[in-house]
């Protein structure tokens, strides 16, 4: 089981490295699942001494008002034999086997976060010791509770430190260690009046009572120890820690332990008690409690890390990949990017995204109903026939067909193709920029880079610009080339007497009669609708190849010639990604990096177990 309590003390040493300190964060954490015990007392309640001789080392530094400023991470590590050592998670490196000097890094390493003020930090210092005098156990001390700020303080130091304190023991997996002093009502403990507000029930308490050794003559703290004063779930635990001549006189903590078993067990008021009291028996306890929480948490944290690294990876897949940071990798990224983009654009034009379709709704129904919209037959009326066929004449009358006249009435009728032509043209141009406009939306990668997103936008519409142009010049030849060659065969074929509306030859005095104007009109009708059924087909066959697939096959060429010509620097100002999103990216790949060790580490004990 000794393993699990390891198991943890690696998670949290990760956490830490990674700056997972459970505070407040948009980040998941792992820290605050991870079960601990915080130790909570007020100044000058023993918490320094208790912690001390758990460890049975002189490592902690002492002094007046506020000496703990930082959450101290205390993992305990039982070796088998060896020398005994420390090592701070901030030098990793670094053994220390002179506990003074451990002393004077706690100093030094909160002067580093806090400044030489007296103000306090939420973020731990990371300390692990190796002894064969230890049992496994992982402890946070945590500033003592006060209530007046002392000069140099903040008037605020009072409630930033019960939030601090707050913060640790409101969690469903901390386990509270509160150091109570006997020679003091416990009514007015600060450990207590704050553990109950947090946990009232006692299910998570283990009550510590210090300088049993002090009260004064004639009172004992029996009712306490027994549980009569203040019921908790655990049973108090009564210490006795060395007196401040021991600590001034370096007295070995072995001894200060020895001394402590004979107090209880030479004590007649303690002497039922003796079994289950002392610091060593404290550590022991807090130790096969921690194990057993631990076991407890074990599925439940498996199911977090795992829920959470799929959270992790699904986000950073939002985010996209990081920055290159040469030229070729940038040039390579936007390339990249670029073609993601086309691909969209092209899954639109060919039916795998909707968008697609718009474009032969132009063809199958706008154009035909702009075409039918023309009413050519109004404009063969009679008056205009005769108007044309009379102007062409000049100032001879034709003398056997009004050629000129039919070229003209065609052509006049022909020219008003080109409305509808250049509509349909401009229809499906909307449509290009429209899924030129949904592809960009729907690149995920062009969110990250508002600069690539406006030039990739305005390169592609640039291009579409100058497809449609092509396009329209295109169409509106084929309207040209149909009145400017007319189709002889239709004429060769029509009947050539009179009664079936041929050619008339007769007496050019009745050549302008109603009848005759009505069949030129009428031929002139037919041959328009002849054109117009033909114009209906190859239309859309112009638009299509100038317009949509020309964007199918280089939407982008014009932009990728550009962008080779690009330095670094400029390629740089394409991929200005928000600082916001890049450092949210390398906060979560370091989390991630958190959770996937956790899930590596919890498995290999698992199925060890």
Not at 229 to 245: D, E, H, T
Not at 284 to 306: A, C, D, F, Y
Not at 407 to 423: D, N, S
Not at 563 to 576: F, I
């Amino acid at each position: 089981m000794e393993n699990l309590i390891a198991l943890v003390n690696r998670l949290q040493r990760a956490c830490t490295a990674l700056g997972d300190h459970g505070d407040e964060s948009a980040l998941p954490t792992l820290w605050d699942a991870l079960p601990s015990i915080a130790v909570v007392g007020g100044q000058s309640s023993g918490k320094s001494s208790v912690l001390e001789s758990i460890v049975g080392k002189d490592f902690l530094p002492r002094g007046s008002g506020i000496v703990t400023r930082r959450p101290l991470v205390l993992q305990l590590h039982r070796i088998e034999e060896g020398r005994e050592y420390a090592e701070f998670g901030h030098l990793p490196r670094k053994r220390f086997t002179d506990f003074a000097a451990v002393r004077k890094e706690i100093s030094d390493e909160t002067d580093r976060e806090t400044g030489r003020s007296k103000a306090i930090s939420t973020v731990p210092i990371y300390l692990g010791i190796y002894s064969p005098n230890v049992v496994n156990l992982t402890l946070i001390d945590l500033p003592g509770l006060t209530k007046v700020a002392v000069e140099g303080q903040p008037e605020s130091i009072v409630q930033d430190i019960d939030n601090m304190v707050r913060s640790y023991i409101e969690k469903p997996n901390s386990i509270i260690l509160a150091i109570s002093p006997a020679n003091q009502d416990l009514a007015t403990s600060d450990a207590i009046k704050i553990s109950r507000e947090v946990d009232p029930k006692g299910e998570r308490t283990f009550g510590v009572l210090t300088k049993i050794d002090l009260m004064d003559k004639g009172t004992d703290a029996v009712e306490i120890l027994e549980g009569r004063a203040y019921k908790l779930q655990f049973p108090w635990i009564g210490v006795v820690n060395r007196s401040q001549q021991d600590i001034n006189k370096n007295v070995d903590m072995i001894a200060a332990r020895r001394r402590e078993r004979e107090y209880f067990a030479q004590t007649p008021e303690y002497k039922h008690l003796a079994h289950r009291m002392g610091s060593e028996h404290l550590g022991k306890v807090l130790s096969k409690h921690l194990e057993t929480v631990i076991k407890s948490r074990i599925p439940g944290l498996q199911s977090l890390i795992n829920k959470t690294i799929i959270e992790l990876e699904s986000e950073l897949s939002r985010l996209g990949k990081p920055i290159a940071t040469d030229a070729g990798g940038k040039l390579y990224m936007v390339m990249e990017i670029c073609r993601v983009f086309d691909r969209i654009f092209k899954e639109h034009l060919d039916g795998s995204r909707p968008g697609g379709d718009k474009i032969y709704n132009v063809f199958d129904n706008q154009l035909p109903a702009a075409l039918k919209r023309l009413q050519f037959d109004k404009h063969l009326a009679m008056e205009n026939v005769r108007k044309l066929i009379t102007e062409a004449d000049g100032y001879q009358p034709h003398l056997i067909a009004p050629e000129q006249g039919y070229r003209r009435l065609i052509e006049t009728a022909l020219v008003t193709i080109k409305g509808p032509a250049e509509a349909a043209v401009d229809a499906v141009h909307g449509i290009l920029k429209e899924l030129v406009h949904k592809s960009i939306r729907e690149t995920s990668e062009l969110k990250q880079y508002p600069s690539l997103r406006v030039e990739v936008g305005n390169a592609a519409v640039e291009s579409l610009d100058r497809m449609r142009d092509e396009s329209k010049r295109a169409t509106i030849q084929l309207v040209e080339m149909e009145y400017s060659y007319l189709t002889v065969d239709f004429f060769r074929k029509l009947p050539q007497d009179v009664e079936k509306g041929g050619n008339p030859t007769h007496s050019i005095f009745d050549r302008y009669n109603d009848s005759y104007l009505r069949r030129i009109g009428s031929t002139v009708l037919s041959y328009v609708n002849m054109v117009c059924g033909s114009l209906r087909n190859s239309i859309p066959k112009s638009i299509v190849h100038c317009q949509v697939r020309e964007a199918k096959r280089s939407l982008l060429d014009h932009f990728f010639t550009e962008l080779g010509k690009k330095e670094g620097r400029q390629l740089g100002t394409l991929l200005d990604e928000d600082p916001a999103i890049m450092q949210r990216r390398v906060s979560l790949a370091k989390r991630l990096e958190l959770y996937r060790a956790a899930q590596s580490e919890i498995d290999s004990v698992a199925w060890s177990k």
